[in-house]
């Protein structure tokens, strides 16, 4: 200090501050290379860098705002990240802020830290770390990992002083982190030497390039292997690829080159595995101390590989220069078996024969366990914790060694290529960018010109042109010279927009600026890849463009397979999407993969500038990233050539799921770019109120196992080749377009896809029936008020639709699927358990809170609309339509769900299927036998271990007693020899001691028999409790999953699981239940009044009593005394809440009802209905179910007892419901709805909303048994229930408790009462409305006697005897009146409307020699019943209008009219109808009139008297009715054949 005594207080004292910290923390940890330095010269030369670094040295100024940070105290307590520049001053600082958010907006830049910070860089080299080859900064106190942009290895080990750096903190993995993992330093500019200046020591002449060898001779000299060789190589580097970490060794290559020739270096010797981050691509350097060697996984064979003599020395470009002189090599005696290989490993003959494999037991050469050095067939090194690991089976490193003893373990067999490319399909430049080539003689490929393939030293290596063919892409001959300064190809000559969003910057983008050609050809890409990817450049940035303006125009899902193209680019990380997944945005266009190379990643933050080299380009992989993504491999290098300014933290990469899974699975990165998006898309609409935020790549794994079933991914990952191998392969080399094919959407937008379709293909005229156009508006509003839209999710466009969520039941009366983002209702059903395949209702409440994945499902759009259309005409006009409203849900079947996270429910349920298979389980008094004995041999054992270790510390006792005795016995004697006195008063001290003693020792043994008796009770209660959870399959995962299913407001869960709680249950079997409908119960409870609740009632037999439970049973097996007791009939009510079950309520199921939080039996006992005195009430006990109470599904008892074969009621079908005799009033049947129809209602005044759309509906179902068998007619009244879906044309309904009666003219129907209850037993296909088959050819007489038991529709071929009847008439469309002269006829009141249609009505008499029938035609057949053209029935409409009406009818032998006889129409209908032109034969296609439903046998009651002449004699017989039919198709002979 007495050399700055000029100097201030302040200034002394921060001085002395300086002194004593080099001393302590900067002193300490110099070596050897920095000579003897005092700790007082090393504190001047830190005082002389600082001065230099803030301003001139006769200012002295020093930074004392500045303070000293050691690396401890940096890592422990800098939790931001933060800059700090020593040479700047305040205004630069702003202006950098600046510069540096005008960048990227949304983000700030760091924040400042006025921190001094000195240390050694190390290697990471040290013996008691891993050797990763990291650089760190050291001090007394720590390391911490650094990032450099151009490290010298002169910088190591010297003590220096850095001006300016960026520390950025890492999120803490626990407390197990080390603290140097914390965070990492970003050192942006170059450090201060404080001993002595690297730049002036360093003497380029001093650098011995006469003794090395180019790129080209150490090729050739490789290929001969001489005893002892080493090599000193120079060259430009041209790749540098990624360090590998492989069962604990580590590894990296790096690729020099000369001219075309390239030379791979391979480094696996920890003390140079440094050398990885100080060497670039275009850096030129010079390697000594190389040694051949041999890998046998490699069919390139030998390579040059570092050595522990080897130096790394970096040259200036202008040193390297063209040696005429033959290179001297250096020959050495052969080195010492430095790890220790056999000597016959170490020998290698002259020829360079690859070694033989390791066959003796010696210790394994290279660390390496037995198996993974001495390769199996099989053999694939086992990757370590925390490091890259080998899943796929890569091969193990370097198998085998040259003649100095480099242990590198081998590749035993040559099989076939692992990724499946034939070798020939690349060719290689010289900078080692491998294009496609073509093989065959065909037209080029990529379409370049021969003159392409040549290039100047520094430009981009094309390959040759093998093929004759033309240029596709219109590549001009000059286009392949190239100018020194890089690839001069020719700019864009299109003049529209960049198709994939580039701007000019990105596609010219490398250092040299090599603008792409443009593709002039109209053919396909002849390589599969899209417009633009027609060429590439090493050196530049090939993002190719594209002439069209816009998107890509053909985003179809098929996979087709393409090339991808492996270019250079220099650009910006503008966003990190997921650092785990390896996901990155450059310059905001751009996507960036980097998960198939095991980076650390640091430094990747927004803002920094990176340089790519070898990187392959992707267009349009997947829909959910950008169009055009980068990805890199292990052929790849990525250097970061400036960091960030902006303060953004980086997440943690470490233990990245999906890495290992891409790893493990060797996914394509079409597959893994939709990983990713699934991931993202699963934190958002699942986290964290169904699945935890640690839980979401597990269930991301399972999601992808559910829908890539079918697709595989590529082979063996083949290390060596990917990274050595000319012409390069790699997984990434050729990859499918949108892989997989499915789209997963979100709930929410599932919903908005169904409403947009739902109006986007409605088609009014399309709801009309054939006579649509002849409909009054009476009929015409009706049959469009109701219409139904089915879509499979599969075949959505451009891609199918797959939903994950979780199973629900709201508080509504509909199961639901939900994710965070919204719900969907969902009508489901599930296979039956009698293997036929059919379905049935659903009834198995475990599928409540399961995460499932949803790939099957049918979208179901169901439109109501409220109009008054005029007539068919005005159907284009919306102004007509006054409410519109739509209802869309979908339907599904159970058994198609894949299961990704289960209740605990269904998690027992499966473990139960599981373990059990087809085997009958053991009954449950052998198995709580069984856990008595083997409870009571374990409670012998611990009292036969606990004797045991009494009797030790019995023993151990006396022998402390004996001792104790003694020497007890001799400080008496001694007491005795010194007095009485005393030896009374310690004999009173020793009795006092003695009791004091014994009393402590007998509480101690007391308290440790209640310890061990409480440890006993413990341990049996946990016993048996986990063997209840294996009986009941409730492990402690399910009771988690459980908890966060049912507790899904609470996802973090309780103080206990629901399910841990006391609850009584009873068994009930359900016999039939009632609809849910708005009902005033009288009841009120939850604080609501009294009024109408939405309710439905069960009547069910309650089996057994009700039992008691310590935690909820769930849907254990049923026990045998649960069903020890009277059944007893009892009426559940569910109200409000409770309605939630009634989805999954079904007669004939067992159910268990909990009832939690208690142990009071009484409260599962029903109550009867009181009475006045002398009433008797012959009703059940009704008891309410309870919001909270939980119902479980018995889907098998397992012991046999007479309720497991119980039969619900009678379920009739269609026939039997029509044929029934009996006079049953409520009637329970299935059916397949064939039609649905919204009847009229009358309008409101107001505005109607969604529930009065549907809240006042009556609708009219016509249910069949088959598509063509008899059809019944139901009718629903939905004013007082809620809306039910699932009434579509084509499913399979069970219609419960409704009332059958007759109509006036005697056919059967059925209507809804209160009671009635709807259950959609099975799914119908989306085609069930058209039939493919043509109806079967029946004769008539076979049909009046069969009727409808011989089918509905059908062929008749027969012959028109007479029209019997014909009316037209011109309507009013809107009171149906005669329309005459374009005016309404009815005149009280007066009808103003300005429409008519026109209606026609005819009936014919046909026989086809069997029978005759009287056939009705509507109004589109009528002409061609007449035989009229079109032209000529539209002037027949034409003709009407005057008149309005018309009715011809035949009388006897003549046909005869209400109008005048001479009236010429009538005339002319007259001919008409007795000409030949009607009496032909013809096949019609006609269904059976409803009064022709029933057989003939049944129908005598309709049968007439009839009187027949034959000659002289007379006849009288009954004769039945003819048969009624309706003709809706005519098929003239032309069109029949």
Request: charged fraction near 25%; hydrophobic fraction near 30%; glycine fraction near 8%.
């Amino acid at each position: 200090m007495d050399n700055f005594s000029e100097r201030s207080d302040v200034e002394r004292e921060w001085l002395q501050e300086l002194f004593v910290f080099v001393r302590d923390n900067l002193f300490p940890v110099l070596g050897p290379t920095t000579g003897s330095v005092s700790p007082e010269q090393l504190s001047l030369a830190m005082i002389r860098r600082v001065e230099g670094a803030v301003g001139s040295s006769s200012a002295r100024s020093l930074p004392l705002s500045y303070r000293l940070i050691s690396v401890a105290e940096l890592v422990t307590w800098q939790r931001t990240p933060c800059c700090s520049n020593l040479t700047w001053s305040t205004a630069q600082h702003r202006e950098w802020v600046r510069e540096a958010e005008q960048a990227l907006p949304n983000h700030k830049a760091l924040p400042r830290a006025s921190l001094l910070l000195i240390g050694c860089l190390s290697d990471g080299c040290d013996p008691e770390r891993s050797r990763d080859g990291a650089w760190r900064v050291r001090d007394a106190t720590g390391t911490v990992h650094c990032e450099l942009l151009s490290p010298s290895p002169l910088w190591l080990g010297l003590p220096v002083l850095f001006p300016c750096w960026n520390y950025i903190p890492q999120p803490a993995l626990g407390k197990d982190q080390e603290v140097e993992e914390r965070g990492y330093l970003e050192l942006v500019g170059c450090p201060l030497p404080l001993t002595s200046d690297p730049e002036i020591t360093f003497n380029p002449a001093g650098v011995n390039l006469k003794r090395a060898v180019g790129v080209r001779e150490a090729a050739e000299l490789i290929q001969h292997r001489v005893r002892g060789l080493r090599v000193k190589v120079y060259g430009e580097v041209s790749g540098v690829y990624p360090l590998l970490n492989i069962a604990g060794k580590s590894l990296f290559c790096l690729r020099l080159r000369e001219g075309r020739h390239t030379l791979p270096l391979l480094v696996t010797e920890p003390c140079c595995l440094w050398w990885q981050q100080c060497v670039c691509v275009g850096r030129s350097v010079c390697v000594s101390g190389l040694r051949v060697c041999t890998l046998q996984g490699w069919s390139g064979n030998r390579v040059l590989c570092a050595t522990s003599q080897s130096s790394l020395t970096l040259l200036p470009d202008t040193l390297i220069q063209d040696l005429s002189d033959p290179p001297t090599l250096d020959k050495h005696t052969p080195d010492p078996d430095p790890v220790g290989l056999d000597p016959q490993l170490s020998d290698c003959c002259s020829t360079g024969c690859p070694l033989p494999e390791r066959r003796g037991a010696g210790p394994d050469p290279v660390g390496l366990d037995p198996p993974l050095s001495d390769c199996c067939s099989t053999g694939c090194p086992l990757p370590e914790t925390g490091r890259w690991p080998d899943p796929v089976g890569l091969d193990p490193p370097l198998s085998d060694c040259c003649s100095t003893g480099c242990p590198l373990p081998e590749r035993r067999g040559a099989g076939p290529d692992p990724v499946g490319l034939d070798p020939p399909l690349s060719d290689c430049c010289s900078t080692g960018c491998p294009l496609p080539e073509r093989r065959g003689a065909g037209p080029d490929p990529v379409g370049l010109d021969p003159p392409l393939s040549d290039c100047s030293s520094t430009g981009c290596p094309l390959p040759e042109r093998r093929g004759a063919g033309p240029d596709p892409v219109g590549l001009d001959p000059p286009l392949s010279d190239c100018s020194s300064t890089g690839c001069p190809l020719p700019e864009r000559r299109g003049a529209g927009p960049d198709p994939v969003g580039l701007d000019p910057p990105l596609s010219d983008c490398s250092s040299t600026g090599c603008p792409l050609p443009e593709r002039r050809g109209a053919g396909p890409d002849p390589v599969g890849l899209d417009p633009p990817l027609s060429d590439c450049s090493s050196t530049g940035c090939p993002l190719p463009e594209r002439r069209g303006a816009g998107p890509d125009p053909d985003p179809s899902p098929i996979l087709r397979p393409k090339l991808s193209k492996t270019i250079s680019y220099k650009g910006v990380l503008t966003s990190v999407l997921s650092a785990a997944a390896g996901l990155y945005v450059i310059d905001g266009k751009v996507g960036l993969c980097l998960a198939y190379q095991p980076l650390q990643r640091r430094g990747l933050r927004p803002g920094a500038e990176i340089e790519l080299h070898d990187v392959h380009f992707l267009y349009r992989p997947s829909p959910h990233f950008h169009p055009c993504m980068l990805c890199v491999c292990l052929h790849s290098s990525l250097r970061v050539t400036s960091f960030s300014r902006l303060g953004s933290e980086v997440d943690r990469p470490g233990d990245a799921p999906l890495s290992w899974l891409l790893l493990e699975r060797n996914l394509g990165v079409s597959q893994y770019l939709w990983l990713c998006h699934c991931c993202r898309a699963l934190r958002d609409r699942l986290v964290p109120r169904w699945v935890k935020e640690e839980c979401v790549y597990v269930v991301a794994r399972r999601l992808f196992e559910c829908v890539v079933t079918s697709e595989k991914g590529g082979g063996r990952r083949d290390i060596y080749r990917e990274m050595l191998q000319e012409p390069h392969h790699c997984p990434l080399t050729e990859y499918s377009v949108s892989s997989p094919v499915c789209e997963y959407v979100s709930v929410s937008d599932c919903v908005c896809v169904m409403e947009k379709e739902c109006w986007s293909s409605l088609s009014l005229s399309s709801l009309l029936p054939a006579c649509g156009s002849s409909l009054t508006q009476a009929e015409l509003n009706p049959s469009i008020a109701w219409s139904v839209g089915l879509s499979l999710g599969q075949d959505s466009q451009p891609r199918p639709l797959l939903l994950v969520g979780v199973l629900e039941l709201p508080g509504t009366h509909t199961l639901r699927l939900r994710d965070q983002t919204g719900a969907v209702t969902c009508v489901a059903v599930e296979t039956g358990d009698d293997g036929s395949g059919g379905q049935r209702a659903a009834n198995n409440t475990a599928w409540i809170g399961c995460l499932v994945c949803v790939q099957k499902f049918t979208m179901v759009m169901e439109r109501f609309l409220q109009s008054e259309f005029p007539s068919y005409r005005h159907l284009d006009q919306d102004s007509y339509i006054t409410h519109r409203h739509c209802r869309v849900y979908i339907q599904l079947c159970l058994n198609d769900l894949q299961i990704l996270s289960p209740s605990a429910a269904m998690a027992s349920l499966l473990n139960r299927t599981t373990q059990g298979g087809e085997r009958v389980e053991r009954s449950e008094t052998e198995r709580e036998r069984e856990e008595r004995r083997e409870t009571e041999r374990e409670s012998e054992e611990r009292r036969e271990k606990g004797g045991e270790e009494r009797e030790e510390r019995r023993e151990k006792g006396g022998e402390e007693r004996e001792e104790r005795r003694e020497k007890g016995g001799e400080e008496r004697e001694e007491r005795r020899e010194k007095g009485g006195e005393e030896r009374e008063e310690r004999r009173e001290k020793g009795g006092e001691e003695r009791e004091e003693r014994r009393e402590k020792g007998g509480e101690e043994r007391e308290e440790r028999r209640d310890d061990v008796s409480e440890r006993k009770k413990r341990s049996r209660e946990e016993r048996i409790e986990e063997k209840k959870e294996e009986r009941e399959g409730g492990a402690k995962r399910a009771r988690q999953n459980h908890t966060e299913n049912e507790t899904c407001s609470q996802p973090g869960g309780g103080a206990s699981l629901p399910g841990d709680r006391p609850c009584i249950s009873v068994v009930m079997c359900v016999e039939g239940k009632e609809g849910v409908a708005w009902r005033n119960e009288g009841i009120a409870c939850e604080g609501e009044e009294a009024g109408l609740s939405l309710c439905f009632s069960v009547r069910a037999d309650l089996i057994g009593q009700i039992q008691q439970w310590g935690r909820d049973p769930r849907n254990c097996p049923l026990q045998e005394r649960e069903t020890d007791g009277q059944t007893r009939t009892v009426e559940l009510l569910f109200v409000r809440s409770s309605v939630r079950w009634f989805p999954l309520i079904q007669a004939g199921s067992f159910y268990r009802i909990i009832a939690p939080n208690t142990q009071d039996p009484s409260v599962l006992i029903g109550c009867r209905v009181a009475g006045r005195s002398g009433v008797v009430l012959h009703t059940n006990p009704s008891l309410l179910v309870r919001s909270d109470w939980r119902i479980h599904t018995l889907t098998h008892p397992l012991l046999t007892t007479p309720y497991s074969q119980f039969v619900s009621q009678k379920v009739m079908s269609v026939a039997e419901v029509l044929d029934c005799s009996s006079g049953l009033d409520l009637v329970s049947f299935h059916g397949v709805i064939s039609k649905r129809i919204t009847l009229q209602r009358g309008t409101t005044t107001h505005t109607p909303t969604q529930r009065d759309v549907e809240a006042g509906l009556s609708v009219r179902l016509t249910v069949c048994v088959e598509p063509r068998g008899r059809s019944l007619q139901v009718y629903l009244d939905l004013s007082l229930t809620p809306y039910p879906p699932g009434l579509v044309p084509g499913n399979t309904v069970q219609f419960t408790s409704f009332q059958r009666r007759l109509s006036r003219v005697g056919g059967v129907y059925c209507r809804s009462v209160p009671v009635s209850c709807l259950t959609i037993m099975a799914l119908g296909k989306t085609d069930t409305q058209s039939c493919d088959s043509p109806p079967p050819m029946i004769l008539l007489g076979v049909w009046a006697l069969a009727g409808a038991e011989q089918c509905i529709l059908g062929q008749v071929r027969g012959h028109v005897v007479c029209v019997l009847y014909l009316q037209l008439q011109w309507t009013c469309s809107l009171c149906g009146s005669i329309y005459t002269q374009e005016r309404c006829t009815r005149s009280q009141p007066p009808c103003t409307s300005t429409s008519a249609v026109f209606q026609a009505e005819a009936k014919a008499a046909v026989e086809d020699g069997s029978g005759e029938a009287h056939i009705w035609f509507s109004c589109p057949v009528i002409s061609g019943l007449l035989g009229l053209a079109m032209p000529q029935w539209e002037g027949l409409q034409r003709s009407l209008r005057v008149r309005g009406h018309l009715r011809v009818y035949t009388r006897g032998r003549s046909m005869v009219c209400d109008v005048d006889a001479d009236d010429p129409l009538f005339q002319y209908l007259s001919c008409v109808c007795s000409s030949s032109t009607v009496c032909r034969p013809l096949t019609l296609i006609c269904t059976l009139h409803t009064r022709s439903h029933t057989p003939a046998a049944r129908r005598e009651d309709s049968a007439q008297l009839k009187r027949f002449t034959r000659g002289d004699r007379e006849f009288v017989t009954r004769m039945p009715p003819p048969l009624q039919l309706t003709c809706t198709h005519i098929l003239e002979e032309r069109e029949r054949d």
